[in-house]
């Protein structure tokens, strides 16, 4: 199979799956709606990296390694939706006021947090632009950087949640349409070609820098908590159902992508250090157009994951001020992330919100343990959680 009939395959899956991904009944449904920002934050900057993580780290078994990420967080998400349905109630009662104390804590940690990936999900956005232009500056980008920051968040002004929520869902529709597309060409190679199912990578036997690595990459399926910070626009059960779609939509992507990918990575691979831009190389060598497709769904990639995160940062501040209007909060978080894009390298940064983000799937497994009363076995469940969150808060090394 040619790499230019492999191009071909790619573009007729990618434009009806666009057209029907932004056809109006679509995007007006509340369902997908409630559903994109989840799916924006999951899908971000670690759809582009994990896959030569978890080739250099996991050899073979990558794809069950990546299944096995996604079972995580699945669990996590499982406890943030067990407090959307219990503990939120709570807000504004005298009632479980201790519990309500450690979720405020919780939410202040994962607040920095969303300030932090907001900045550096944009970074990487100015840092692609760039490259397609041929260019490599550290300044400019930064330049670029913040002007998109400025935009996003006088689009947050002037048009509230709504204006940022229509960015992400043409971000978000443009960037599962081009994933549809790689994903049949990758797939039409391995039906068509007995040699590249027979390519394996070695087998991996983890030591124990590799195991920290891959509780590392728990981060790079993060974003489904957003939901919880949607309240002011979508119902409870709502934000709980779109939750799991989100969530087991980009699993199927992950682990199909992972599968489909392993025989193209090159066997001397090592994974150590992964450039953001070594997915785009490796596929550019299997269709001359999906390395280019590709660095185009990355800037979608990075701009509806960073206005998913500001999204639920401002959903997030709004609530716990409680007088904070969430227009006003986007300001306060463009602020912030300009200031992080002049003052910071954000790629060590980025480590700090690793571990908020872990210390809060912790303390919401804690909550939901608290809350689940009389339910011996949901308790030991969401116990297990917080304790592998606090293996990943204590050992995990960043992925990105």
Known sequence: MTPQLLDVIALLVLAPALALLLAPGTRRRDGWRATVTPLASIIGSGFLVVGPILAGVAGRGAAMAMAGLCALAWLFGSAVRFNIAHAEP?????????LQQLDRIAEL??????????????????AFLLKGFGMVSPDLARMVTTAILAGVGALGWFRGF???????????????A????????????????????????????PGWHELRVLLGCVILVQGFETSRFLGRDYPAPLRIRSMR????????????????????????????????????DILGRVGPLLGPL????????????????????????????ERLPPRRAY?????????????????????IASRAFAVYYALQCVLA?????????????????????GVVVVFGLPAG
């Open 109 to 126: 940690g994962l607040a920095l947090a969303y300030f932090i990936s907001v900045a550096y999900y944009l970074n990487l956005l100015g």
């Open 162 to 176: 709504r204006g940022v929520e229509r960015v992400e869902i043409y971000a978000v529709s443009f960037k599962l």
């Open 369 to 389: 343990v608290a809350l689940a009363g009389g339910r011996p076995w949901l308790r030991a469940v969401y116990a297990l959680g917080a304790v592998l969150a």
């Open 294 to 321: 590709l660095v185009l769904a990355a800037v979608a990639s990075q701009l509806s994951a960073a206005v998913a995160d500001m999204g639920g940062a401002g959903g997030l501040l709004a609530e716990l001020s």
């Open 178 to 205: 081009v994933i549809a597309g790689v994903l049949a060409a990758l797939a039409a190679v391995w039906l068509a070609e007995p040699a590249v199912r027979a390519v394996t990578l070695p087998a991996k036997h």
């Open 331 to 351: 300001v306060a978080i463009v602020v912030v992330a300009i200031a992080l894009t002049w003052m910071a390298n954000l790629f060590g940064i980025i480590a």
């Open 245 to 280: 779609w989100a969530q087991g939509l980009s699993t199927a992507i992950y682990v199909a992508f992972i599968a489909l990918l392993l025989p193209h990575v090159p066997p001397g691979h090592t994974g150590a250090a992964v450039e953001e831009t070594e997915i785009i």
């Open 90 to 98: 709570l807000r504004g009662t005298t009632r479980a006021p201790r």
